[in-house]
């Protein structure tokens, strides 16, 4: 079974949510359930992503502090929203084969699956300095 990138970014979105939901989530098994085979290896961008926001969180979210706008911290950003900018910023920053436009583009496409409108404006405002800079 060969997943697309974009399917493998659900995934991570997917695992990375759980994981934030119960710190106790245990990422192989999560994987196998997501992509429905217990033999299957899970692919190796997805293990990238989770393990990449997982150990670089902190400095994604001094980042993504970074364009908020004035009354806003981490805190306040709903965590589907949160897990889709820290993905984004951790392809931006991390991942040399991503363009930073893909990379925004995907994030939004996620927003748009998983959240709604405003979210979806929301995100966009805040990655959008990642394609000025």
């Keep these: 079974m060969s997943l697309t990138r974009?399917?493998?970014?659900?995934?991570?979105?997917?695992?990375?949510?759980a994981i934030n939901a119960n710190k106790d989530t245990d990422q192989e098994s999560f994987f196998h359930a997501l992509t429905k085979n217990d033999d299957a290896e899970y692919p190796a961008y997805l293990k990238q992503l989770v393990d990449g926001v997982t150990a670089h969180q902190s400095d994604l979210d001094a980042?993504?502090?970074?364009?908020?706008?004035?009354?806003?911290?981490?805190?306040?950003?709903?965590?589907?929203?949160?897990?889709?900018?820290?993905?984004?910023?951790?392809?931006?920053?991390?991942v040399d084969d991503i363009p930073d436009?893909?990379?925004?583009?995907?994030?939004?496409e996620l927003t748009k699956k998983y959240s709604d409108d405003?979210?979806?404006?929301?995100?966009?405002?805040?990655l959008s300095h990642i394609v000025q800079d």
């Design 118 to 126: 405003r979210s979806r404006r929301f995100v966009s405002g805040v």
């Design 63 to 94: 980042q993504i502090s970074q364009f908020l706008g004035q009354g806003w911290s981490i805190g306040r950003i709903a965590k589907v929203d949160l897990i889709v900018l820290r993905i984004a910023f951790f392809e931006h920053d991390y």
């Design 101 to 108: 436009r893909v990379a925004v583009n995907e994030a939004i």
């Design 6 to 17: 974009h399917q493998i970014r659900e995934l991570a979105f997917q695992t990375l949510f």
